[in-house]
């Protein structure tokens, strides 16, 4: 939540305990909707390439 702009809404992150791993987020926006993202069925270890965060990117130049 931006502190000088608390109206803009906010992201409430929720974790697992042991091990901790993200789980879920809700969006809250400033016209009071909330958005809800849960993970599951996640995959550990493997490998990633840094080009799928490189937000200098388009979503369509990404090679995945």
Known sequence: Q???HPEY???ELKFTD???ELRQWIINDGNGSQTTVVLG???VGGNLSN???DI???P???NR
């Open 2 to 4: 931006d502190p000088a």
């Open 9 to 11: 809404g906010n992201i």
């Open 60 to 62: 369509s130049s990404v």
């Open 56 to 58: 200098t990117k388009t």
């Open 41 to 43: 069925g996640l995959k």
């Open 18 to 20: 042991n091990p901790v």
């Open 51 to 53: 080009s799928l965060f």
